[in-house]
């Protein structure tokens, strides 16, 4: 915005002049003075440019007189020139229609002050309308919390800037006075029943968790928003009233008014308005243009759109008091979307803004990245409710693209905020509820492509909408009846009763054919030639009754053959009939004739005719029933079914409904097309054949259906790996469990694990287990199932089975600062696993296992095992298999690094080689790829292992190449912990913990569940070896772990919300790093309201890449914020020396003096001053530590401002502001940046 060097003058005579240019984002008009002044305010400050505006650096003298000679002044000549500049610039930020307003101003000062004098102005009138402004503001049913609070506190900072600034107490009842009553009352009486104010940040979250779960209350019910609604709005209605602050609910002088736009957005019920006296301008904004000035009904962009729809005005509906206010649903109809399913997509697209349920514009800066590189513009962001059978699937952070041509389902983004699994095969898909197995949802891929077609509307009609039934409607409804008997009930009904004869269905499925030709086979004899017709599906009715399947000889034409007495003769007939050839079929009986042609007229309007054939319905009760009720001159007009009283038993209550379908592979299935239903039929259609010696004699084969049956689908949503069994008598029931224990097993026997003995020999019987478990990938895709045999170390005995444990750690900056130096120096990352790392370790002890269950040898029952080799759970399984690994790399050349017995270094090749372990995962790095290749091979030869390629999956860790370096993120473990708390739905958190109420031990309900605590509490602690965002809260939460209270959950469900929001964060190691040490340290002192114990912070850097960090609790009470301050300097110190010495053993010296950053004056003093105070005497040990390190050079202590004091993330709460900005310093960054090819 400015620059006052030299590559920027205009000209040499400018050297002393500063070009000031203001951004175009911001102009002043009538209606945005205060966030205008705080802009340019801002920028005058940071030019040191705002003593020309108040007045502190006035003009010079023009002219100077010296002994009578007036001279030129040369300040003044710069001053003006400054003062020109600086008033071009002001002109600048002026919209068009405001520069007249300071045309003749004389300087800078003097524009300013008038624009002051115009647009903020302490004027009675002024300051009378925005407190009626204030009054007026209420919450609108389309307005977020985020932009009603957003207009109330613009208000309220213009009155502060004209000298009546309010009081918090009434800015929050000015809030709540706007709230919808019924919708918000929680909140409200929440807040009345406090008995300390509460904050405005802290009224702004409660408000929008409130409102969150409002809307999903209306995605449970099946409850939208329509697109288009009617409510009446009058300003001069409007409430006016007080607000009872701790006495007891608002109250409103006018509270009818008041109810009349206290809409419930919860229901989405509109209330019946009052009567108004007159005609008054129309204030509010178009629902369909946004433009204000006039409502729905008079605007003509909606009238040329949807010309055929009548919309009630506000002169109709103040006719009468008792007049309701209709809403009215736009997209009456049903809308097919079609939706691809795209696992490279990391959000929802649609191109459709209707397709939204609820939406907002888009303000942000990014874009939407295709696969060619170009960028889209995204308009609108939203979300969409799906309707399904057995839990609605909510798309949240759907992206409104005009430009796209397809909608995209994210297939992560489902998955993760439905806790739903997707499964595709060849031709279907399966999305199934990942909690109880159950199918959600099914789909075909057409031609290749995974498509979701959507029926469900985002907008359902409204109960209010009206709808003009015609007879066609009710011709349809009612199962096709004749025209008298729709103009017998046009009486009771009212509608339309108009003469008709252009049913498409009734003409096609009632009338007849012409006669087959006559058949040349004539019988002679009694049974020798059968007509039969199949009148009904031939299982037992709903209630239990045989219906007897007719047949009729040609030569007896009354005579009938009883369906039992020839049940294996009629089957197998029937089986040679052509299933969809009508000249098999005799002539229909009457019966039900009338029946099975009303039926097929139902079915003809849902599917796709075949015009040739008159497919008889599979499920014809519905039909028959609503004909059978209808009223008919065979039954004097009225119902055949007598009336029936409500304490009569109601027949056939197990009635299947009416979208009950049948398998599609079935030759009575009436269309391949219908839906699959999650209801089975009542009673299932037995088609197996009796007979299966006998040869089907069928000669022409069945057509096929054109889409897999319900069958298809439940059978391969059961082919899913199934869940870790309980014990092992599961495990061998399944035939992947078992493979999974039968290798383990041939691995223990191939390794020469144990030796099969006589069980007296063994002093100690150690049992033994099967443990399983299902691996998984990144993505979080299954791998592999795991079953692994493990021995019940709890039974050991010290000195007879075990005698030393230990086995080294790898420690968390080791590993940081090895990918740093890989990664800076571009060497490669390999990564290696060690197939049954601990069965290599030999034994020292004599160890005596049982035999695995499941696998005991049958010639030796009664035997045990002698361990030759370890086995995972024994308490020196992974000392001994350590032991075995290093005494192999010691005899290669490799050398134990003192600083990290995990990491051993090969320096005595033509380049170094450096191997680091943790238990059976290995990863290797160096400057030569040959060097590595070879050590790998030769690894292979001794240890059998499998070679996983690039660094990418390490201990839980995702390693994602970045285009400045190598991310670290934690996305799949955050998930899982999210999902183990069950909030994988929850509302992002903008920072982890809140400042305004501090953690203690005091005050809460005792939490009812301290085990899911301490779970929840540890598994973060893991995850904060890549998130020093959340380290000082993790640290904090972890001191309630004994008796965690309601208070500590609440803290620790908003950390798990700031998570669901940064999922996708880790910290960035970056390429171009000097190689030099420095770290920031922070104490906060007396921080622990508990016992006043401060809280120590540091970050280590090496170049630009943090490595370690640390937040953790004093051990001591400090008592001055010097002691603190300087304790921390201390442990910051022990951890730079560490550091040091690593990097000196890793062949590598910082380019500098290693410096530690401290914002305590006094503590960065001691460091350096030899002079050692009485009053630091309790701090001997610390302060001749540190200052030994000062005196020999290899260490540096300086001060830094409070405000660059990076560790102030570790020790202390913060506010959004400050957080966001101190974490975008540390380093992190998001994976989702890398997707979208745009790195902040």
């Known amino acids: 915005?400015?620059?006052?060097?030299?590559?920027?003058?205009?000209?040499?005579?400018?050297?002393?002049?500063?070009?000031?240019?203001?951004?175009?984002?911001?102009?002043?008009?009538?209606?945005?003075?205060?966030?205008?002044?705080?802009?340019?305010?801002?920028?005058?400050?940071?030019?040191?440019?705002?003593?020309?505006?108040?007045?502190?650096?006035?003009?010079?003298?023009?002219?100077?007189?010296?002994?009578?000679?007036?001279?030129?002044?040369?300040?003044?000549?710069?001053?003006?020139?400054?003062?020109?500049?600086?008033?071009?610039?002001?002109?600048?930020?002026?919209?068009?229609q405001i520069v007249p307003l300071i045309t003749g101003s004389s300087s800078s000062r003097d524009a300013w002050e008038t624009l002051s004098k115009t647009y903020a102005s302490p004027t009675r009138g002024h300051i009378k309308q925005l407190k009626q402004r204030l009054k007026q503001t209420v919450k609108t049913p389309t307005q977020s919390i985020t932009e009603y609070m957003q207009t109330i506190k613009t208000i309220v900072d213009e009155l502060a800037i004209l000298g009546k600034k309010m009081d918090d107490e009434d800015v929050i009842d000015a809030i709540l006075i706007g709230l919808d009553n019924n919708a918000y009352k929680p909140i409200m009486d929440a807040v009345l029943a406090r008995d300390t104010p509460i904050s405005f940040s802290e009224l702004h979250e409660k408000l929008i968790n409130h409102e969150l779960t409002l809307t999903q209350q209306m995605g449970s019910h099946g409850i939208h928003q329509p697109t288009s609604a009617f409510y009446m709005q009058n300003n001069s209605n409007r409430k006016t009233g007080s607000y009872r602050h701790n006495h007891g609910p608002p109250t409103f002088r006018n509270q009818d008014s008041y109810n009349k736009y206290a809409t419930s957005s919860a229901a989405g019920i509109l209330p019946t308005p009052t009567s108004f006296s007159g005609p008054k301008p129309y204030l509010g904004t178009c629902q369909w243009c946004q433009q204000k000035g006039h409502p729905l009904g008079q605007c003509s962009i909606f009238k040329k759109e949807h010309p055929n729809i009548s919309v009630p005005t506000r002169n109709?509906?103040?006719?009468?008091?008792?007049?309701?206010?209709?809403?009215?649903?736009?997209?009456?109809?049903?809308?097919?979307?079609?939706?691809?399913?795209?696992?490279?997509?990391?959000?929802?697209?649609?191109?459709?803004?209707?397709?939204?349920?609820?939406?907002?514009?888009?303000?942000?800066?990014?874009?939407?990245?295709?696969?060619?590189?170009?960028?889209?513009?995204?308009?609108?962001?939203?979300?969409?409710?799906?309707?399904?059978s057995h839990t609605p699937l909510i798309l949240t952070n759907v992206l409104c693209v005009p430009s796209i041509s397809k909608n995209i389902i994210s297939i992560s983004r489902l998955c993760r905020d439905n806790n739903l699994l997707i499964q595709f095969y060849s031709s279907v898909f399966v999305i199934k509820d990942r909690a109880s197995n159950l199918p959600v949802l099914q789909g075909q891929a057409i031609k290749g492509i995974y498509e979701f077609r959507s029926t469900s509307l985002p907008s359902q009609p409204s109960v209010f909408t009206l709808h003009k039934a015609t007879s066609m409607l009710w011709h349809h409804r009612l199962g096709h009846p004749n025209n008298k008997v729709l103009k017998l009930l046009s009486s009771l009904v009212s509608f339309n009763s108009s003469f008709f004869d252009n049913c498409n269905s009734c003409q096609i499925n009632k009338s007849h054919r012409l006669p087959f030709a006559t058949s040349s086979l004539v019988s002679k004899a009694p049974l020798e030639l059968i007509f039969s017709d199949v009148w009904c599906s031939p299982v037992e009715s709903y209630d239990e009754t045989d219906f007897p399947y007719q047949r009729l000889t040609n030569t007896t034409s009354n005579s009938k053959i009883n369906y039992d007495e020839w049940a294996p003769l009629a089957i197998t007939l029937t089986k040679e009939f052509h299933p969809t050839n009508l000249s098999h079929s005799s002539i229909s009986s009457p019966p039900h004739s009338t029946t099975i042609s009303s039926n097929t007229s139902n079915l003809t309007p849902m599917s796709s005719p075949n015009h040739n054939t008159s497919p008889i319905s599979s499920s014809p009760l519905s039909s028959d029933f609503t004909s059978s009720n209808l009223s008919s001159p065979i039954h004097k007009n009225s119902s055949p079914i007598p009336t029936k009283s409500p304490s009569d038993p109601l027949p056939h209550s197990n009635l299947p409904p009416i979208h009950t379908t049948f398998p599609t592979n079935q030759s009575h299935s009436t269309s391949a097309t219908l839906p699959i239903s999650n209801v089975p039929p009542s009673h299932p259609i037995n088609t197996s054949n009796p007979n299966p010696n006998k040869p089907n004699t069928r000669s022409h084969p069945t057509p096929n259906t054109r889409y897999p049956s319900s069958e298809f689908y439940l059978y391969n949503?059961?082919?899913?790996?199934?869940?870790?069994?309980?014990?092992?008598?599961?495990?061998?029931?399944?035939?992947?469990?078992?493979?999974?224990?039968?290798?383990?097993?041939?691995?223990?026997?191939?390794?020469?694990?144990?030796?099969?003995?006589?069980?007296?020999?063994?002093?100690?019987?150690?049992?033994?287990?099967?443990?399983?478990?299902?691996?998984?990938?990144?993505?979080?895709?299954?791998?592999?199932?795991?079953?692994?045999?493990?021995?019940?170390?709890?039974?050991?005995?010290?000195g007879i089975d075990y005698v030393e444990t230990f086995s080294p750690v790898l420690k968390p900056a080791t590993l940081r600062t090895l990918l740093s130096l890989a990664v800076s120096n571009s060497w490669p990352l390999r990564q290696l696993d060690v197939n049954n790392a601990f069965l290599q370790g030999t034994l020292n002890e004599d160890v005596f296992m049982a035999q695995p269950p499941g696998f005991i040898n049958p010639s030796f029952p009664n035997h045990v095992c002698k361990l030759n080799k370890a086995i995972y759970g024994l308490k020196q399984a992974s000392r001994a298999w350590y032991e075995e690994l290093k005494t192999y790399l010691l005899s290669q050349g490799f050398i134990s690094t003192i600083s990290d017995s995990s990491l051993f270094i090969h320096t005595t090749g033509p380049s170094p080689l450096y191997v680091l372990v943790y238990v059976d995962d290995i990863i290797i790095t160096g400057p030569s790829h040959n060097l590595i290749d070879h050590f790998i091979h030769s690894l292979s030869v001794k240890f059998s292992l499998k070679d996983l390629g690039s660094l990418s999956y390490f201990l839980g860790i995702e390693v994602i190449p970045h285009p400045l370096g190598l991310l670290l993120s934690q996305t799949k473990y955050i998930q899982d912990i999210i999902n183990r708390?069950?909030?994988?739905?929850?509302?992002?958190?903008?920072?982890?913990?809140?400042?305004?109420?501090?953690?203690?031990?005091?005050?809460?309900?005792?939490?009812?569940?301290?085990?899911?605590?301490?779970?929840?509490?540890?598994?973060?602690?893991?995850?904060?070896?890549?998130?020093?965002?959340?380290?000082?809260?993790?640290?904090?939460?972890?001191?309630?772990?004994?008796?965690?209270?309601?208070?500590?959950w609440q803290a620790l469900k908003r950390l798990l919300r700031y998570l669901q929001g940064t999922s996708h964060h880790g910290f960035l190691i970056r390429k171009e790093s000097p190689l030099y040490l420095h770290a920031f340290t922070d104490a906060d002192w007396a921080g622990d309201k508990d016992n006043y114990r401060s809280t120590t912070g540091y970050i280590v850097y090496l170049g630009s890449n943090p490595i370690s960090w640390s937040s953790k609790r004093q051990s001591t009470l400090a008592r001055s914020s010097t002691e603190a301050e300087f304790r921390a300097v201390a442990s910051t110190t022990t951890e730079v020396q560490w550091l040091s010495n690593l990097l000196t053993e890793l062949g590598f010296k910082s380019v500098t003096t290693p410096t530690i950053y401290c914002d305590n004056l006094s503590a960065t003093t001691y460091s350096a001053n030899p002079v050692f105070h009485s009053r630091m005497k309790h701090l001997a040990l610390d302060f001749h530590f540190v200052r030994e390190k000062v005196r020999d050079g290899s260490l540096r202590v300086n001060h830094i401002s409070g405000d660059d004091q990076l560790a102030d993330v570790l020790t202390k709460p913060l506010l959004r502001p400050r957080f966001n900005y101190l974490i975008s310093k540390i380093g992190l960054a998001s994976a989702l940046s890398i997707l979208r090819g745009n790195v902040k």
């Open 1 to 96: 915005m400015s620059d006052t060097t030299s590559s920027l003058l205009l000209n040499p005579s400018m050297k002393d002049l500063t070009v000031v240019t203001f951004p175009a984002t911001l102009k002043l008009t009538d209606s945005n003075y205060l966030a205008w002044k705080t802009q340019v305010e801002a920028l005058l400050y940071g030019l040191d440019l705002y003593k020309f505006i108040d007045g502190s650096y006035p003009a010079p003298q023009p002219v100077i007189a010296t002994d009578g000679t007036k001279t030129p002044h040369e300040d003044y000549s710069t001053w003006f020139r400054q003062d020109r500049l600086l008033f071009g610039a002001i002109v600048g930020s002026l919209s068009p």
């Open 316 to 388: 109709r509906v103040s006719q009468g008091k008792n007049t309701q206010a209709y809403t009215m649903n736009l997209g009456h109809g049903s809308t097919k979307t079609n939706w691809l399913f795209d696992s490279g997509a990391s959000h929802h697209v649609t191109s459709d803004l209707n397709n939204l349920s609820l939406h907002a514009p888009y303000d942000g800066t990014e874009e939407l990245v295709i696969g060619d590189g170009s960028c889209l513009k995204i308009t609108h962001i939203g979300s969409i409710i799906i309707n399904t």
């Open 717 to 798: 949503s059961s082919t899913s790996y199934p869940q870790e069994p309980p014990t092992i008598s599961h495990a061998l029931k399944h035939p992947s469990w078992r493979a999974a224990m039968q290798a383990e097993f041939d691995a223990l026997q191939n390794n020469n694990t144990w030796t099969l003995v006589p069980s007296l020999t063994a002093p100690n019987l150690v049992g033994c287990k099967w443990v399983f478990r299902t691996k998984y990938k990144p993505d979080g895709t299954v791998d592999r199932l795991k079953a692994r045999l493990v021995a019940k170390g709890f039974n050991q005995r010290p």
């Open 981 to 1048: 708390a069950k909030m994988s739905n929850c509302k992002a958190s903008s920072t982890p913990i809140i400042c305004s109420e501090p953690l203690t031990l005091q005050g809460g309900t005792p939490h009812s569940s301290p085990t899911d605590y301490r779970t929840l509490v540890g598994a973060l602690q893991y995850l904060s070896l890549t998130r020093p965002d959340i380290a000082f809260t993790v640290n904090r939460l972890s001191q309630f772990m004994h008796a965690p209270s309601s208070i500590h």
